[in-house]
């Protein structure tokens, strides 16, 4: 079946550091989506992709779908301690249904 | 309401028991989807419901494990015979469907099997 790859698993930086995770898939998505989950709650969208090659940004944050379709990473640029938390990246094949493949997320640790 | 909401928020139960969670999705979204959390672990999709059609069960993990939406709106997951393994966060999600993809999730229900 499907899966999604994703790292790193977990980060741990100082506030104002800009940061980087991916997703890479076996399998071609039309869509790409990337959650932040906080603790206790349950994910909100950040932002979603739809073609492959597209740059999407929402204010620090910029995600991109790869030309492959099978891979897409987000950026958090000069981050805040409210940027912890975990981050989901997840994939819908979009034909037919909507079913989502999440990744396993990486948790993100902001040191004030 | 403005959300998707679930009940209930917690839920702790004796192993063999059967349980039951909630989900009322958001007014109007046709689509909603039961996904599996796991301590630590991503989301597991478990149901995917799409307006009158069958529902997507391929993600349900044992024949224990069903899902019912009535009348389009609110959807109830079963748990026949709970094992401890199925302690998780139980998530629902709802979407426009066909009109649009983006999953608006509850707060999730956490399920503890003693």
């Given amino acids: ?112 | 309401g403005a959300g998707v909401s679930q009940s209930p928020s917690n839920k702790v139960t004796e192993k063999g028991k059967d349980v039951e969670l909630r989900c009322d999705p958001i007014s109007g979204h046709t689509a909603l989807y039961w996904y599996r959390q796991s301590l630590g672990q991503g989301l597991e999709f478990l149901i995917y419901f799409q307006g009158n059609s069958a529902p997507d069960k391929s993600g349900l993990p044992s024949d224990r494990f069903s899902a019912e939406r009535t009348g389009g709106s609110v959807s109830t997951l079963t748990i026949q015979r709970t094992q401890q393994e199925d302690s998780a966060v139980y998530l629902c999600a709802s979407s426009l469907g066909r009109l649009g993809k983006t999953q608006y999730f509850g707060p999730g229900t956490r399920l503890l099997v003693l």
């Fill in chain 1, 1 to 112: 079946g499907q899966q999604l790859n994703q790292s790193p698993q977990s980060m741990f930086i100082q506030e104002g550091e800009d940061v980087s995770m991916n997703c890479t898939s076996s399998s071609i998505f039309n869509t790409w989506l990337w959650y932040k989950q906080d603790p206790g709650e349950g994910p909100v969208l950040l932002i979603a992709l739809y073609k492959a090659g597209e740059l999407t940004s929402n204010g620090r944050l910029t995600a991109q779908f790869g030309i492959t379709r099978k891979d897409s990473f987000l950026n958090i640029s000069a981050s805040i301690p409210s940027d912890v938390g975990i981050y989901f990246c997840a994939g819908q094949l979009g034909t037919g249904g909507f079913k989502t493949i999440f990744g396993a997320g990486t948790r993100l640790f902001v040191k004030a």
